[in-house]
């Protein structure tokens, strides 16, 4: 139980144009999902948590309206890289919440690896 | 803002040797959890093993078991007779306010055979 999808797993695309990422808890609701940025060699760093139905909320030194996030649905939050440049180029991953045992529990997608040309 | 601190930037070990991984935080907090990830090359994070501030035995989940020591806040992940598949990354990480998690730096485990 409590899986996570991401799609795409892999993408490839031109400076410039803009990618979308989605995330989906497939057994479960999402009460809240997460979005983190993962450089090569480097610990996961917390881009935005969302809930369903309301704005995202952005850590410090994350541009809003480079990385807009969607919650449509306790099911699915979506990241879209608005514009993308080479230094976007990263792995992203998702997680998702519900009230699980333990506070903090989180539900990680298997990623996403943006290359950006 | 609690802070987390992996002080092993890479591990090798042999097969079959028990390893020990550090965690430190450093926290104000009375009642708190701390949860272990493991990240293979595939890049997907996978839940390995939690303890809770306030739990008396320290965490086992077959391989895996914490060595929790709470007055020096440090929680260590120890896997015993390691694996060829045990090779990864290895992330502590700390819950914070509104249930985001704060990871270490972590650790690269290579496994020897």
């Known amino acids: 139980g409590a899986v996570v999808s991401q799609h795409p797993s892999w993408v490839i695309c031109k400076s410039g144009t803009s990618v979308k990422i989605e995330c989906r808890s497939l057994?479960?609701?999402?009460?809240?999902m997460f979005w983190y940025r993962q450089f090569p060699k480097q610990s996961l760093m917390l881009m935005a948590t969302?809930?369903?139905?309301?704005?995202?909320?952005?850590e410090q030194g994350v541009e809003k309206d480079k990385f807009l996030i969607n919650h449509a649905s306790l099911t699915l939050s979506t990241l879209t890289v608005t514009s993308a440049h080479p230094e976007d180029s990263s792995f992203y991953i998702c997680?998702?919440?519900?009230?699980?045992?333990?506070?903090?529990?989180?539900?990680f997608g298997p990623g996403t690896r943006l290359l950006v040309l | 803002a609690q802070k987390i601190t992996q002080t092993q930037p890479g591990m090798f070990v042999q097969e079959k040797e028990a390893v020990t991984l550090d965690c430190t935080y450093d926290?104000?907090?009375?009642?708190?959890?701390l949860f272990w990830y493991k990240q293979p090359s595939s890049g997907e994070m996978i839940f390995l093993i939690y303890?809770?501030?306030?739990?008396?035995q320290n965490a086992t989940e077959g391989r895996y078991s914490l060595n929790f020591q709470k007055a020096r806040k440090s929680t260590n992940l120890v896997i015993s007779a390691s694996q060829l598949g045990d090779s990864a990354m290895y992330f502590c990480?700390?819950?914070?306010?509104?249930?985001?998690?704060?990871f270490g730096q972590g650790t690269r485990l290579t496994i020897n055979p």
């Open positions: 997680s998702a919440s519900y009230g699980a045992l333990h506070y903090g529990t989180q539900y």
């Open positions: 926290t104000s907090d009375q009642s708190y959890g």
């Open positions: 969302s809930n369903e139905g309301s704005k995202a909320t952005y």
């Open positions: 990480a700390y819950p914070q306010g509104a249930q985001k998690l704060v």
């Open positions: 057994d479960f609701q999402a009460t809240t």
């Open positions: 303890q809770g501030s306030y739990d008396e």
